[in-house]
């Protein structure tokens, strides 16, 4: 069974360009997760998508946004990229039922901004 | 609002040997969810082991096993008979129960180096 996929593996973007990640879950997993990990400060939790809606918000500003498509892959969109955004962003899926608790995560897609 | 901490930004252990990694968390619920997950090189997180709040037995996984001290707000990992496959950046995260949120909350890293 295919695990968490991501893409692009790296990215690399100008600041004030937008970038746009892809996650594909779990075959059967309707939730998916976005992550930010910078240097040095762990993951940051960024969104929860399940069923196709928004279900809950980091504290991260609004050109970060991201959809989920009927078939539960989700797009992360970051506008206006700043080079702090430089970060790897880490995408996980689980079943709505069981949550967090049997989250698994992609590989990751390494986003860095000059 | 919760917090994780973890003290300890690298660690180091010799192969055989046994190496205990902290974690000291705060939150106001009763239950909950602690997990300790393992990033490579791969970067790919991988899950090590959970505990859930409400259970006082503390969870083991082959070698590697957790101190829940729950009134402590603590949770250590330990990892017996160290092997060159453990070396990785550990994180110690919460998890709230119920689901409300989804959303884990994850301390800022312990670098595990293993030494032949």
């Known amino acids: 069974e295919a695990g968490v996929t991501q893409s692009p593996t790296h990215l690399i973007k100008t600041r004030g360009q937008q970038a746009t990640l892809r996650c594909s879950p779990i075959?059967?997993?309707?939730?998916v997760y976005w992550y930010q990990q910078a240097l040095g400060l762990g993951l940051q939790f960024l969104l929860w998508y399940d069923e196709g809606e928004e279900r809950n918000r980091g504290n991260f500003p609004p050109r970060f946004s991201g959809r989920q498509f009927p078939n539960y892959s989700s797009e992360l969109n970051v506008n206006a990229l700043e080079l702090e955004d430089s970060a790897l962003y880490l995408c996980a899926s689980s079943l709505r039922q069981t949550s967090n608790t049997e989250a698994f995560f992609g590989q990751g897609t390494r986003l860095t901004v000059v | 609002a919760q917090t994780v901490t973890q003290s300890q930004p690298e660690m180091s252990v010799q192969e055989a040997e046994t190496v205990t990694l902290s974690c000291t968390y705060d939150t106001s619920e009763s239950d909950y969810y602690l997990f300790w997950y393992k990033q490579p090189p791969s970067r790919q997180m991988i899950l090590v082991i959970r505990?859930?709040?409400?259970?006082?037995q503390n969870a083991t996984e082959n070698r590697f096993s957790v101190n829940f001290q729950k009134a402590a707000k603590s949770f250590s990992l330990k990892i017996s008979d160290s092997q060159l496959g453990d070396a990785a950046m550990y994180f110690c995260?919460?998890?709230?129960?119920?689901?409300?949120?989804?959303?884990?909350?994850f301390g800022t890293g312990t670098l595990l180096a293993v030494q032949p």
């Open positions: 505990q859930e709040a409400y259970k006082q």
């Open positions: 995260a919460y998890g709230p129960y119920g689901g409300a949120t989804n959303k884990l909350i």
């Open positions: 075959s059967g997993h309707t939730s």
